[in-house]
């Protein structure tokens, strides 16, 4: 009867290993890394804007060039958070 039977197990529909604590704390680092490189971008973007309204002219290549880049990395930190995080266990494990 349950339409997402996998939404109504105990902890959500969660996709990491079993609930181990340094596994889940690590996806959350490198989730919180990827999501910064989004904000740096978009504070980037709007600052870029600001002062080309400000100073009445049009944004240039090279500021989108850095925003662009900022949020591929973001992107791609985002897509491999799970292999990052099990790089970053093994890692400290050492």
């Known amino acids: 009867m349950d ?3 996998e939404l109504s197990k105990k902890g959500g529909n ?3 290993d079993g ?3 340094q596994t889940s704390k690590s996806k959350m680092l490198i ?3 990827g999501a910064g490189f989004f904000l740096v971008a978009g504070l980037m ?3 870029d804007f600001l002062k080309a309204r400000h100073d009445q002219a049009s944004i240039s290549a ?3 060039i850095w925003v662009v880049v900022l949020a591929v990395i973001g992107v ?3 897509v491999k958070t799970d292999s990052l995080a099990d790089r ?3 890692w400290l494990e050492q």
């Open 45 to 47: 973007l709007f600052g």
């Open 31 to 33: 989730r919180l890394v």
């Open 14 to 16: 969660h996709n990491d």
């Open 62 to 64: 090279g500021d989108w």
């Open 3 to 5: 339409e997402f039977p």
């Open 88 to 90: 970053l266990d093994e």
């Open 19 to 21: 609930g181990s604590g």
């Open 76 to 78: 791609w930190i985002l």
